[in-house]
């Protein structure tokens, strides 16, 4: 019974209409992350009308940046399980690999969680002041990224669980559990800051408990499944030949995150010596523009897994038509989002605080970026087509047309005009640079092996 079940919540993407599938598939991971965002939101809103636009720069600014760093390095680095447990699935062969393949990757996120954690919690005061955090944010700011590395494995673990589903096609479970932890954390958030008056130590501890929750769904939903990918504590091991695959395709996706977060945080270093309000605002436009972001995130993962599982049953023509109705369909919501947050924004942004000064920087920060997220969208898409593919050539062309260049425009640009435009700048002209780079290099079709 069990394993009928299982089946039904499992997808082959290898068969069927291409945009349907896809779209389907989708739009569960689309929910979870919007959902996760509507939480960090909630944040937001508490922490900006209840405690202050300081505490909303404590918990938004530096170490938002820094969090991204160590759990974007991870997430990308769990990309390689990601691949490999969806070429498994699409080849329908060697399915006993698909539990060594589990048991491997919750074993490496639980060891480097258990890392991290220790680093981040020692570290929290040199890596704060390091990025010139504002005086006045500073305290708050330790205390809220001590008690978020703590559960720094759970965070990790929980997404190599939501990863290793949605390899198999099961995008639903790690949304209804997303949903369940969204809906915790809001709840915690008003008890522990609105009626308990905890500040900012409240909004992460509403954070670190609906991660467990979320965890421990996720966790017992491995270990009582029948199908081979189940996680079993016998398994739950590095497997060195497996790991060596997965690395083979996570580590240069890890460095490329690593890059990414890195020159942001250097972006925040400069924004941070723009002044509070500057840094407040910087913060809160995240959580509206947020639902964009969350929407690349998900198809990016979309479309990885689509074409991980054609790739491991050798369906390129599958891939190739999946570029095409992937860029149709992503770029269509891409500015419907874009048109709603412009136009939404000045309204949104009276919940979130009631400082005009941060309101209108806000805004300023919107109009700057969001008219041009078409062209992220356009690099989510071909980078998910190619690391799917298991190619990590994307990690030259992101480290230089991204990373790379932000670091030089700060040392000459910033230098020489420290203003919020110029900041802003930076990011339309690595996105451009970069997508340019990469349409070229998915034209020249290396990647493809059926031309081969």
């Known amino acids: 019974m069990e394993t009928k079940l299982v089946k ?10 291409i945009w349907k599938r896809l779209l389907v598939f989708f739009l569960p991971i689309l929910a979870g992350t919007w959902f996760q965002q509507l939480y960090n939101a909630v944040d937001a809103v508490i922490v900006g009308r209840y405690v202050g636009h300081e505490a909303l720069a404590a918990v938004g600014g530096s170490v938002a940046t820094l969090l991204n760093l160590f759990i974007g390095f991870f997430v990308a680095l769990s990309a390689g399980s990601t691949v490999i447990i969806s070429h498994i699935f699409g080849s329908k062969k060697a399915e006993d690999d698909l539990g060594e393949a589990t048991g491997t990757a919750a074993a490496f996120s639980i060891l480097f969680g258990l890392m991290i954690s220790a680093v981040c919690f020692v570290m929290a005061p040199y890596f704060l002041k390091w990025m010139k955090t504002p005086e ?4 708050d700011a330790v205390l809220y990224f ?10 990790l673990l929980l997404n190599t669980e939501s990863a290793i589903l949605r390899a198999v ?36 501890w509403a954070t670190v408990i609906s991660q467990c929750v979320n965890c421990l769904l996720l966790t017992v939903t491995m270990l009582v499944t029948k199908q081979p990918y189940r996680l079993e504590i016998k398994k739950l091991r590095i497997n060195r030949g497996i790991f060596r695959r997965m690395m083979r395709i996570g580590l240069p996706s890890g460095l490329e995150a690593s890059m990414y977060n890195l020159s942001n945080i250097l972006m925040q270093t400069a924004v941070n010596s723009l002044g509070t309000v500057v840094v407040a605002s910087w913060s809160l436009s995240g959580k509206l523009d947020g639902f964009y972001w969350g929407l690349a995130q998900a198809a990016n993962a979309a479309v990885v897994t689509f074409v991980g599982q054609n790739y491991g049953a050798g369906r390129f023509d599958r891939i190739h038509k999946s570029v095409r109705s992937g860029l149709i369909l992503f770029m269509i919501m891409t500015v419907s989002m874009s048109a709603l947050i412009i136009a939404g924004s000045p309204y949104a942004l009276k919940i979130f605080t009631e400082e005009q000064s941060v309101r209108d920087t806000t805004y300023t920060i919107i109009l700057y970026f969001v008219p041009f997220y078409f062209v992220w969208t356009s690099i989510e898409v071909l980078s998910g087509t190619l690391r799917g593919c298991g190619d990590t050539k994307p990690v030259l062309i992101t480290g230089i047309g991204i990373c790379a260049f932000r670091v030089l425009w700060l040392l000459t ?29 998915y034209k020249k079709g290396k990647w493809d092996k059926s031309k081969q």
């Not at 006045?136 to 305290?139: A, G, P, Q, V």
């Open 169 to 204: 096609g099961d995008s639903r479970r790690p949304f209804i559990f997303m949903l369940i932890a969204c809906l915790l954390n809001i709840g915690l958030d008003w008890l522990f800051v609105v009626k308990f008056s905890w500040g900012v130590a409240g909004v992460a």
């Open 8 to 17: 039904k919540k499992t997808a082959d993407l290898t068969e069927g209409s």
């Open 413 to 441: 640009a910033f230098m020489i005009w420290p203003t919020l435009l110029c900041v802003s700048i930076s990011y339309v002209v690595s996105w451009t640079l970069t997508m340019i780079a990469m349409v070229i290099y």
């Open 146 to 155: 001590r008690i978020l590395s703590s559960a720094m494995t759970v965070v």
């Open 136 to 139: 006045d944010t500073l305290k």
